[in-house]
């Protein structure tokens, strides 16, 4: 394409974007106008209410950023041209300006080749800079031109630097993402992904594609993301709302499960007991122990009359709810109720009249049925259930040790003053699923999975029963004490055991420099994944030795002071007992800094304890000291191989101790 012709194009496109922002600001002020006024429109209070929740969310959806481009991508099929984008924009008449990304014809966009042009004789991609149209590429597939990941464009966008939370993807979905991306909403898949292969994005895109198929079904059932820590949601909190979607719910395991708060700390011990499976079982056998065969009738005073139910019925009313399978409370309404419809039988018969909805009422609560309820089958809370747990732990399932690392040193007085773990909130979470069935999720997208203990999975599965579920992680990065050596193991656990695995090996993100480096723990770790290839050849590497242990500080804040004459985000990554002796050495040095909750904070330098940055990304990534990382825990050298993989650009390994033998 001549110079003249570039220019024309690149003209044409531009004001293509100005007028689909222009629209897109028409559409948001209808929206708003029908909010303002849906009080007047509506028919009702309760109509008015759900129009203006409605509007007020299409108003949220229908935000624009101009920093952020409108559209990433152009189709040309059969004559017509397509702009594929973010969101759905219309003009005033209704015809498509831009289309959602998730749309049917949009899949063309990612995946359309040479090979298979789905109709496509053109795909353009658009260059960007801050919201500014800058650039375009073609790719004439219907001539056999193709560029793949040597696009230009795709390559600035997937190495563009990173400062503050993370970015979606759609410009840059590749094929093998696209597919999972867009699988059927009843499919549950896990994900396992190497450092950089994006499954984190897959995973958050995925539940964009499925809201946008299925909005009403999951408006009413709802959509959670589950991370691994606060720090991790805050960065990947802004993905969804740029799609549209804000109305995604959020949260940590100890989020799902925090019942009562958290006033005590476990021993490593009793957390590693806590968090078994067997732990569901105990449970179980101490709740459902505590159901008595009645041995007595009851007798029921009514007026002028009498009313006996034998022992033999009562027994059966109890046995038979107790096969139904019911959850504990459920069962012991269904008791009730039962033995209030035989006293209702009996009064039918003797009087001729159906009985009232108060007499019903009045007999559900009558001292002698509460009291045969209460000996039959006892009221039980989920935090008197464990403490009662804590207080004895039953035999039979737990071995004496076990049993003796669980057992509470000073039971409490009540179980109002009972102080509980982060891990004992999990056994009441477990209690709470026994008694009453959770409400389920539509569907759920669990990251850094490998890290789940048998109760947290369970957790979440109670959350999901009746939804699909979306598994992201790596178990080469599994740090905790219970981490998964296999999926099949955590999937069972989370109540999908026939999900799909799916690897994802291509990195895009850490340069190849970095993973070559990382890949050598690779065989110390203990877990059979694939290792992890980078199509990125542009990163940098440092191993910076020190040879006075007393130098090794001030060596950090030099690799900090040259990552900082790069442009993106820079992180000091350390264990956990030398942060704050850090942060300390970049205050003195007037070097701006701040923590991974610091949200606000606009610090270029985040110093990051080790254990919590699983997820994370940084364009440079200055490790402090990696022999102390992997002493500080049982599974340090995972702690080591996530350490290394945050860097998106630049890594330095600045240290005064050997390295760790895989790396040495």
Request: glycine share 6%.
């Amino acid at each position: 394409m001549r110079a003249f012709d570039l220019d024309t194009e690149l003209t044409a496109e531009r004001h293509h974007l100005t007028e689909s922002r222009a629209a897109l600001a028409r559409m948001r002020g209808r929206a708003e106008a029908l909010f303002s006024t849906g009080d007047r429109v509506a028919g009702d209070a309760y109509t008015a209410e759900q129009l203006g929740r409605h509007m007020a969310r299409r108003v949220k959806e229908l935000a624009d950023d101009p920093t952020t481009p409108l559209f990433f991508g152009r189709l040309d099929i059969e004559e017509a041209a397509y702009h594929v984008g973010r969101r759905h924009v219309t003009d005033d008449a209704g015809e498509p300006m831009v289309l959602d990304w998730r749309a049917p014809l949009s899949r063309s966009f990612y995946r359309a080749s040479v090979r298979d042009p789905q109709g496509v004789s053109t795909r353009r991609r658009f260059g960007f800079v801050r919201g500014e149209l800058t650039s375009f590429e073609d790719e004439h597939l219907d001539r056999g031109e193709e560029l793949g990941t040597s696009s230009r464009i795709l390559t600035a966008e997937i190495e563009r630097p990173r400062v503050g939370p993370m970015r979606d993807i759609v410009a840059t979905i590749q094929p093998e993402q696209d597919e999972l991306v867009r699988a059927d909403f009843g499919d549950s898949i896990c994900v396992q992904g190497a450092p950089g292969t994006g499954k984190t994005a897959v995973g958050l895109h995925r539940a964009a594609y499925l809201l946008y198929l299925h909005r009403e079904r999951l408006r009413r059932s709802g959509v959670l993301i589950v991370g691994p820590n606060t720090a991790f949601l805050s960065y990947i909190s802004a993905v969804l709302p740029a799609l549209g979607e804000v109305e995604v719910q959020q949260a940590t395991v100890d989020e799902l499960a925090g019942r009562v708060p958290v006033r005590a700390t476990d021993t490593p011990d009793a957390a590693l007991v806590k968090h078994d499976v067997r732990m569901a079982e105990v449970l179980r056998k101490a709740l459902w122990r505590k159901l008595t065969k009645p041995t007595e009738p009851i007798m029921v005073s009514d007026g002028s009359y009498r009313w006996r139910i034998d022992a033999e019925p009562l027994r059966r009313i109890v046995d038979e709810a107790r096969r139904e399978g019911l959850p504990y409370a459920v069962g012991r309404e269904r008791v009730r109720a039962r033995v209030v419809g035989l006293l209702q039988r009996q009064s039918e018969y003797r009087t001729g009249n159906s009985p009232s909805e108060p007499w019903l009422r009045k007999m559900s609560k009558v001292a002698p049925v509460t009291e045969f309820l209460d000996a039959a089958w006892p009221a039980v809370t989920p935090e008197s259930l464990v403490a009662e747990v804590l207080t004895d732990p039953p035999e039979g399932v737990l071995s004496d040790d076990e049993r003796s690392a669980i057992r509470w040193a000073k039971p409490p007085r009540t179980v109002k003053a009972a102080k509980f773990s982060a891990a004992d909130l999990l056994l009441i979470d477990e209690a709470a699923g026994l008694l009453e069935r959770a409400a389920s999720f539509g569907h759920v997208v669990i990251d850094e999975a490998q890290d789940l203990s048998p109760m947290q999975a369970r957790a979440i599965a109670r959350r999901s029963e009746h939804g699909s579920i979306t598994v992201l992680g790596d178990l080469a990065q599994g740090t905790a004490p219970w981490a998964a050596a296999q999926w099949r193991d955590t999937l069972g656990h989370l109540g999908k055991p026939e999900a799909a695995v799916v690897p994802l090996t291509i990195g895009f993100r850490v340069p190849a420099s970095v993973l070559t480096l990382a890949n050598r723990l690779l065989p110390a770790l203990g877990v059979d994944v694939p290792e992890a290839v980078s199509l990125r050849r542009d990163g940098e590497l440092a191993v910076v030795p020190v040879a006075e242990p007393s130098d090794l500080d001030a060596a950090t804040l030099a690799e900090v002071t040259a990552a900082l004459a790069h442009e993106g985000s820079v992180a000091l990554i350390a264990a956990d007992e030398a942060v704050k002796r850090l942060r300390g050495h970049l205050d003195a040095a007037g070097i701006e800094n701040a923590t991974p909750d610091d949200v606000e904070s606009e610090a270029r330098v985040t110093v990051v304890p080790a254990t919590v940055v699983k997820g994370l990304e940084y364009d440079h990534v200055v490790v402090h000291e990696p022999a102390d990382i992997v002493a500080a825990e049982a599974k340090g050298l995972n702690r080591l191989y996530v350490v290394l993989t945050r860097a998106v650009s630049r890594l330095s390994v600045v240290h005064a101790k050997p390295l760790p033998g895989p790396l040495g």
